[in-house]
């Protein structure tokens, strides 16, 4: 017990900027800053792995790392849909995956938010062209359920990431 | 040459770098048959099967089946002539080896050759497209318009007074890929765990068909985004073997680098997910923070935070100066204490070690009954890995060089795997300041030209285990078939063994202590 409190004393609050983070950590203060302004309350977002490759699901497990803290911000990842605000969709939508796609958005209450995650779930650049829909997907997010706000990447970065979060909270 | 003595495939050696590799050509499914049960015997494993569709060169279909020898990987052929309308049949293998079952069933998913007898429920097609149509034959054409409806699944069913199914997915309650899993119980007790996967299947290999290998590599490199280096590089060893193309000492040398950078990313991970899974939440905080720390630099000397696209066909893509080698041996400097303080932490934790120990469990035996390979065999006590001598086997450059030294554990469980992945880390890191101090100059990357009807296999042992790549190239040049294989593929089965003795809330950190990808079994 003690070796855990000396070690958490001896991390310290790695949120404040850290040597390497630059432009990147200033970018994430004030997004933080931001979040906080505009929602004044909790966001709750429900990932859903659509078809990803599982790259963009390590980067959305990296918005929960002491850099990003993004539940410091108040916004939480949640078990169901029922419980969410916010779908964050990877993709392409496999056809396998596509019903369960289309119940988890009918599951989530109004009004919600859509935000399709990585060049795949966008259908976007060259990595969108080349997952686009054939036999076994449909493609981008957007041709299964409606879409509000797009974040691409191959993986998009955490930064990337809560900056489409954040301008999915903006648009209502 | 003779594989064994009593077995009759001619087999020759794979020329090239990478790891050896023999190929031969079955005359039947008995002579498969016969050769399947010689592995069998002599301790070997089911590394890949898949199937092709030759019958525009002429040639009938095609299966292939990868066998994994002490020494080296036996890649046997067996050519099936066209039938009529019937499917195309070769002896089913799962008897021998029941790692086969799935590779099968989805082998006749998207080829449209089946066994004789054995399971014949469908695998990666769910309900998107019909039985009659098979994604992988040449005359396929695109998919004819279907209502994509869930199908029926036929889960074996577990009877008995209080026992009760709890169906799970395909969409899971974290941040994961999606499948399913049916857990069939009594009270918080698990008697049995199916699976069911293909929620991830992207119909990849039907993309690479007719694609140049550039851009073969890319998707190639999206197959398994934990696993992006291994495949990208056992991807660039098949395409290079195909082509006669022997990359440049730097280019191995970096590309050894680079593997080893994400095999210490994802245990970094994993550590930490498995401390949260038992409820340690520091764990994952502190692991995370050395995770994020790793990443990043990798950013800064690759220009991508998990080196996607950084190994292709004849080389690498980017050179490393003298100022990138000594930032990762600086890093690895940092963070080799940190671990290790982790790490006694961990140890010393009465209520993580309590919830680590002897749970999930498998054996050697199991591990070799079912083809597993990598960091969870190690858990078990089998000495196999792909970067480390062994009786009769010589790993390939540059791992030679450096004696790798493989993590083991016997006891199997959840704290084997936890224990196997700190060494791995420990050990990676000791590769990685020798990798950066003695990098050998020269050029990273060499021209490489397709060979019209060529084909190679590349073997790399990524993190999770044995990534492999099977490439063929057609007459024009492009890339005719293309099967990436994850380690995942041998190891989900193993995971349903796993759970058999401990209770439901134990499954998510059984599972992680895993870590399978669905992706890369599904592709």
Redesign the interface.
């Known amino acids: 017990m003690w070796?855990?409190l000396k070690?958490?004393l001896k991390?310290g609050v790695?949120s404040e900027p850290?040597p390497?983070?630059g432009d990147a950590k200033r970018e994430l203060d004030r997004l933080n800053d931001e979040i906080l302004r505009i929602l004044g309350r909790a966001l709750t977002i429900r990932?859903?792995?659509?078809?990803?490759?599982?790259?963009?699901?390590?980067?959305?497990?990296?918005l929960?790392?002491?850099?990003y803290n993004l539940e410091g911000s108040g916004i939480k990842?949640v078990?169901?849909p029922r419980h969410a605000d916010m779908l964050l969709v990877t993709g392409?939508v496999?056809?396998?995956?596509?019903?369960?796609v289309k119940i988890?958005y009918a599951c989530t209450p109004d009004p919600k938010l859509v935000v399709a995650v990585g060049d795949c779930g966008c259908g976007c650049g060259?990595?969108g062209q080349?997952?686009g829909p054939?036999?076994?997907?449909c493609g981008a997010v957007e041709n299964v359920i409606p879409v509000d706000v797009r974040i691409p990447g191959?993986?998009p970065?955490p930064l990337a990431l809560m900056q489409g979060i954040l301008a999915a909270v903006r648009t209502r | 040459m003779f594989l064994f003595d009593d077995e009759p495939i001619d087999f020759t050696l794979q020329p090239g770098l990478a790891a050896p590799v023999w190929r031969g050509r079955a005359a039947d499914g008995d002579e498969l048959k016969d050769f399947a049960a010689a592995v069998q015997l002599a301790g070997g494993r089911l590394a890949a099967l898949w199937g092709s569709d030759c019958r525009a060169a002429g040639k009938g279909f095609r299966l292939d089946v990868v066998f994994g020898l002490n020494e080296g990987h036996a890649w046997v052929r067996l050519d099936l002539p066209e039938q009529g309308n019937e499917c195309p049949v070769y002896p089913d293998l799962s008897g021998r080896f029941p790692a086969a079952n799935r590779m099968q069933r989805a082998t006749r998913d998207l080829v449209g050759i089946a066994t004789e007898g054995g399971d014949q429920r469908p695998w990666?097609r769910?309900?998107?497209?019909p039985a009659d149509w098979y994604?992988l034959r040449h005359d396929?054409g695109?998919?004819p318009a279907f209502d994509?409806?869930?199908t029926d699944y036929d889960f074996v069913q577990v009877g008995g007074e209080g026992a009760h199914e709890i169906p799970v997915g395909?969409?899971h309650?974290?941040?994961?890929?999606?499948g399913h899993f049916r857990f069939s119980v009594i009270g918080e007790r698990l008697l049995r765990l199916e699976q069911r996967l293909?929620?991830?299947?992207?119909?990849v290999e039907?993309?690479l068909a007719g694609a140049d290998f550039s851009?073969g590599a890319?998707?190639v490199g999206?197959?398994?985004?934990?696993s992006?280096c291994a495949f990208a590089w056992a991807y660039a060893s098949a395409v290079e073997a195909a082509c006669g193309v022997e990359p440049s000492p730097r280019a191995l040398a970096l590309r050894a680098l680079i593997l080893e950078r994400e095999r210490i990313a994802n245990h970094l991970?994993d550590l930490g997910m498995l401390g949260n899974d038992a409820a340690f939440a520091?764990g994952l905080?502190?692991f995370?923070?050395l995770?994020?720390?790793w990443?990043?630099?990798n950013?800064?000397l690759f220009g991508h935070?998990?080196m996607?696209d950084s190994i292709v066909p004849g080389g690498v893509a980017q050179d490393l100066d003298a100022a990138a080698l000594a930032a990762i041996v600086a890093q690895c400097e940092a963070i080799g204490p940190a671990v290790k303080?982790?790490r006694?932490?961990y140890d010393?934790?009465a209520g993580l070690q309590d919830r680590f120990l002897t749970t999930g469990p498998i054996d050697a035996a199991l591990a070799r009954e079912l083809s597993l390979s990598g960091m969870a065999a190690r858990a078990t006590g089998l000495i196999l890995d792909g970067r480390a001598y062994r009786q009769g086997y010589t790993p390939p450059p540059p791992w030679a060089q450096f004696g790798v030294r493989p993590a083991t554990d016997e006891r199997g469980d959840v704290a084997a795997r936890v224990a196997v992945r700190f060494d791995e880390v420990f050990e990676s890191l000791r590769l990685l300041r020798l990798l950066a101090a003695g990098m050998p100059a020269g050029e990273i990357r060499r021209p490489v030209v397709p060979v019209a009807d060529a084909s190679g296999l590349g073997i790399v042992e990524g993190w999770r285990g044995e990534v492999l790549v099977g490439v063929r190239f057609g007459a024009d040049g492009r890339l005719a078939r293309v099967h990436p294989h994850d380690p995942s593929w041998q190891a989900w089965p193993a995971l349903e063994h796993a759970v058999m003795k401990d209770i439901v809330p134990d499954f998510p950190l059984i599972n992680k202590s895993f870590n399978l990808?669905?992706?890369g079994q599904d592709i």
């Open positions: 070796s855990v070690h958490i991390t790695v850290a390497d983070a990932e859903v792995d659509a078809g990803s490759c599982n790259a963009c699901e390590l980067e959305i497990h990296a929960n790392n002491p850099y990842f078990a169901s392409p496999t056809k396998n995956m596509e019903n369960a988890a060259e990595i080349l997952f054939n036999y076994a997907t191959c993986p970065t | 990666l769910h309900g998107g497209w994604p396929a695109e998919a994509n409806r869930p395909p969409i309650a974290g941040i994961i890929e999606p293909g929620y991830q299947h992207k119909g039907r993309r851009t890319k998707l999206r197959i398994s985004g934990d992006t991970g520091f905080a502190q995370f923070r995770k994020e720390d990443v990043r630099l950013a800064q935070r998990f996607m303080e982790l006694r932490i010393e934790h990808s669905y992706s």
